[in-house]
């Protein structure tokens, strides 16, 4: 299936990625869940995230706080506070700053309680996007402050593509550790 265009689309691959998401976790052996995340040999890796997320703890911490950026920017704009996705000091440019003020906000946080915070802000997410329709989610210009683009891509970002991005990370891990 291609990026989602539609509702329905758009709650069904949230949906499977991240049933497929907690499949993948589930499957982890003792040895995946404790061995650190290190992808330092893997020169195609090179992105932030490579170096900032070492446990899986991380990751789900990750999609947590970009569910609340999400869930914070809808309702706060449908109540009539305008507001930007990111918010400030951050923007598109910078915000792999924020990611990594997230990721130390975390460092407390259990295995447990993030697998428990981001299945609650899952729910919320997909509860949010029914309340829109197919044309308020993905039809530009039906609210000003999307910008350009459409609700639905937010939504989209947010829940299918994101899962996908935990998952290649968690895939890598394993076999890392299956090389070890």
Known sequence: MGRPTTKTDLLTAATTNYEKLNKLISGMTEK????????????????????????????LVHLYEWHQL??????????????PFIPAP????????????FWKKHQNTSLEDAKIMLEKSHNEILKLAGTFSNE?????????????????????????SHYNW???????????????
């Not at 404790?34 to 899986?56: G, Q, V, Y």
Request: proline share 1%.
């Open 32 to 59: 995946e869940l404790s061995t650190p995340f290190d992808f330092s040999d893997d020169e195609k890796k090179k992105e932030a995230h490579w170096k900032r997320d070492i446990n899986l703890r991380d990751v």
């Open 70 to 83: 999400l869930l914070d920017w809808v309702h706060s704009n449908q109540n009539g506070d305008k507001k």
């Open 90 to 101: 951050y923007n598109w440019r910078n915000y792999g700053s924020m990611n990594i003020e």
């Open 136 to 160: 308020e989610l993905f039809s530009k210009d039906v609210y000003e402050w999307v910008g350009g683009s459409t609700l639905g891509s937010y939504f989209v970002s947010n829940t299918s």
């Open 166 to 180: 935990a998952m290649k990370k968690l895939k890598a891990h394993k076999r890392n550790c299956a090389n070890k």
